[in-house]
């Protein structure tokens, strides 16, 4: 009886030693910046949780990060847009049509995060086709538009 629950102990170590984890998605970690790279977002995705930092992060801080959920989101409307250097203050401004807001511990005097609300609201492309702007299918293998440099990380 001993050497068979022995037995039982080593074969699931064993199996649980094989398992593989599931390999991160290179879209699951990027980082933005305009092309003339004077500054940088790192955009981390874990699970249907985005987070948007501004800066170089390898993991997700305590503050200063919007934090998004994506649970409504289709893989190919997975995008956002971003412009750089508004003329009204912000260092940057970003948006996601589909994505909903749940977290902003972002200074919102020099970052804003832009959400259409009503039904009948602007698309989010008409105002980031602007010079100094870009946007991004995040899950699409495609180069982005506009000023725009993604490096996934």
Same mark, same amino acid.
């Given at each position: 009886? /001993?050497? +068979?629950?022995? $037995?039982? @102990?080593?074969?699931?170590?064993?199996?649980?030693?094989?398992? +593989?984890?599931? =390999?991160? !998605?290179?879209?699951?970690?990027? !980082?933005?910046? =305009?092309?003339?790279? #004077?500054? $940088? &977002?790192?955009?981390?995705? +874990?699970?249907?949780?985005?987070?948007?930092?501004?800066?170089?992060?390898?993991?997700?801080?305590?503050?200063? *990060?919007?934090? $998004?959920?994506? #649970?409504? &989101?289709?893989? $190919?409307?997975?995008?956002?847009?971003?412009?750089?250097?508004?003329?009204?203050? /912000?260092?940057?401004?970003?948006?996601?049509? *589909?994505?909903?807001? @749940? !977290?902003?511990?972002?200074?919102?005097?020099?970052?804003? *995060?832009?959400? =259409?609300?009503?039904?009948?609201?602007?698309?989010?492309?008409? %105002?980031?086709? %602007?010079?100094?702007?870009?946007?991004?299918?995040?899950? !699409?293998?495609?180069?982005?538009?506009?000023?725009? &440099?993604?490096? *996934?990380?």
């Amino acid at each position: 009886m /001993y050497s +068979k629950f022995l $037995l039982l @102990i080593i074969l699931i170590f064993t199996l649980n030693s094989c398992k +593989k984890n599931k =390999p991160q !998605e290179k879209w699951q970690h990027i !980082e933005i910046s =305009p092309k003339d790279k #004077s500054q $940088l &977002v790192t955009i981390i995705t +874990k699970g249907d949780k985005r987070y948007i930092m501004n800066g170089t992060h390898h993991k997700i801080p305590n503050d200063d *990060y919007l934090l $998004l959920d994506l #649970s409504e &989101v289709d893989r $190919l409307g997975d995008g956002f847009s971003v412009c750089w250097n508004e003329s009204n203050g /912000y260092k940057w401004k970003i948006a996601s049509s *589909y994505a909903k807001l @749940i !977290e902003n511990k972002l200074d919102s005097s020099k970052y804003l *995060y832009y959400q =259409p609300i009503k039904k009948n609201d602007l698309p989010i492309s008409i %105002e980031y086709k %602007e010079c100094n702007c870009g946007s991004l299918l995040i899950r !699409e293998n495609r180069k982005p538009w506009g000023d725009l &440099v993604v490096e *996934y990380r």
